[in-house]
């Protein structure tokens, strides 16, 4: 009997194609040499993000083929989280020449019910392997005690957090938001 593996956080994530491209996965080049300072990596799970951001790729009512699905009208491939780890962790002498310029890793949650404990993970596995600063972009609407949530993501290794705030008001945020 073959068992399909489930292509989800924490296991796997998407990077923008950007981020791709320092690592080597992707082809391409940046004008000027000019990598990305940071590797922007996304959840990701079969079912989608449950938002419906009106100015979102990701929103649960967008009309796309998995393949044609963008996240800010970027290409966002998926790949295992433990690929980018081992590209990571390469001496600078084999690693592709975006790595070296990598600064930063900031982990973006959506709206899924498991993403609150799968982004602890993924900061877990991020921290533990490679000696690089991560950061995490929340999702305010998933998170059921702050102080909680946020004293896990330090001890899992986070240095920095920032809250997503889509809306000033409860009206706009119900207008964008879905």
């Not at 489930?6 to 194609?17: G, W």
Request: with cysteine.
């Amino acid at each position: 009997m073959k068992v399909e593996r489930v292509i989800e956080s924490p296991d796997f994530v998407q990077t923008s194609l950007a981020g791709a491209m320092a690592l080597g996965l992707e082809r391409g080049s940046f004008y000027r040499d000019a990598y990305p300072g940071s590797l922007n990596l996304l959840m990701t799970y079969p079912d989608g993000c449950k938002a419906n951001c009106s100015y979102c790729g990701l929103a649960r009512e967008r009309r796309t083929e998995p393949e044609d699905a963008t996240f800010i009208r970027v290409k966002w491939p998926v790949y295992e989280l433990s690929r980018i780890i081992d590209i990571l962790k390469l001496p600078s002498r084999e690693a592709a020449a975006g790595v070296k310029r990598i600064g930063r890793i900031c982990v973006s949650m959506i709206t899924h019910p498991r993403a609150e404990n799968d982004c602890v993970e993924l900061v877990r596995r991020l921290a533990a392997s490679v000696d690089i600063p991560v950061s995490v972009l929340v999702s305010p609407t998933l998170v059921q005690e702050p102080e909680a949530f946020f004293r896990r993501l330090k001890e899992a290794g986070a240095d920095w957090v920032g809250v997503a705030v889509d809306a000033a008001t409860p009206e706009l945020f119900a207008n964008m938001r879905g």
